[in-house]
């Protein structure tokens, strides 16, 4: 039902051959769709903190509970005049802590369940199209519409193709860690970042001048190393850390 195609002997440019190559195996068109419901309001969103190491650049909403707005560190942050939320200049959103005043605290308790709901969905997801692919190394692959699982670490040390239609989804499984060598990059070709999912159990580190694509469901850490960018959203049940990193939702 779905193709994962990593060489190609007989056609020139390789890119456009296993493009086409996966294009045309598609049958599947992925499983249903993970409901991120709140949660989905954030660009980050985490349990302990998300620092960042300016000149980051942010484009959505960034929350922190039930830790104080304490937890957002590097931002220069600028409380709103009715104390909700704050600004800062690396944000184009708004910054949410459970320390600000109602509804602030009831919304992120709201969005951190919904956070945790979404993960065990996505992780609890049964009969994937794909086990243990690459024994966790997928750089170099073109991975088509599915549910793909591994039961340890998952690396990307070369480029890595995801294709489909705009309406595709894609969950990747993911028991222990998620890297992402240095710049090296996750390349969506017909897909949408908003449709592909990464629940990870481990750690997750985007390398220096990485390209991510995707929302990642971390059920610890996520780091974008210096110069690195994502495409989707960073929901992690810990902290997220940021080093002069681009995030867009």
């Known amino acids: 039902m779905i193709s994962t195609l990593s060489s190609s002997a007989h056609c020139v440019p390789r890119l456009t051959c296993l493009i086409q190559a996966a294009l045309g195996n598609v049958v599947a068109l992925g499983p249903a769709a993970v409901n991120l419901r709140t949660a989905g309001n954030f660009a980050i969103l985490a349990k302990t903190g998300v620092s960042t190491v300016p ?29 909700e939320s704050a600004t800062s200049n690396q944000v184009i959103g708004e910054l949410f802590a459970a320390s600000y005043v109602a509804p602030t605290p009831a919304t992120l308790s709201t969005a951190i369940a919904d956070m945790g709901t979404a993960f065990t969905d996505a992780t609890g997801r049964v009969n994937p199209n794909f086990m243990n692919l690459g024994s966790g190394a997928i750089g170099g692959l073109v991975l088509a519409p599915g549910l793909y699982k591994w039961t340890g670490a998952v690396s990307i040390s070369s480029e890595v193709f995801i294709v489909g239609l705009p309406t595709d989804t894609f969950i990747f499984q993911i028991a ?40 990642i469901l971390g059920k610890t850490s996520i780091t974008l190393v210096t110069g690195a960018s994502a495409n989707g959203r960073l929901l992690a049940q810990t902290d997220v850390a940021l080093q002069q990193a681009i995030v867009n939702n």
Do not use: D, K, R
């Open 55 to 83: 000149p980051s650049v942010i484009t959505g909403n960034v929350g922190v509970s039930p830790i104080a707005a304490i937890a957002l560190t590097g931002f220069s942050l600028t409380l709103a005049s009715n104390g």
């Open 176 to 215: 222990g860690g998620l890297s992402i060598a240095a710049a090296q990059q996750v390349t969506l070709v017909g897909a949408l970042a908003s449709n592909i999912v990464w629940v990870v159990s481990g750690a997750v580190t985007v390398g220096a001048g990485a390209q991510f694509e995707g929302v």
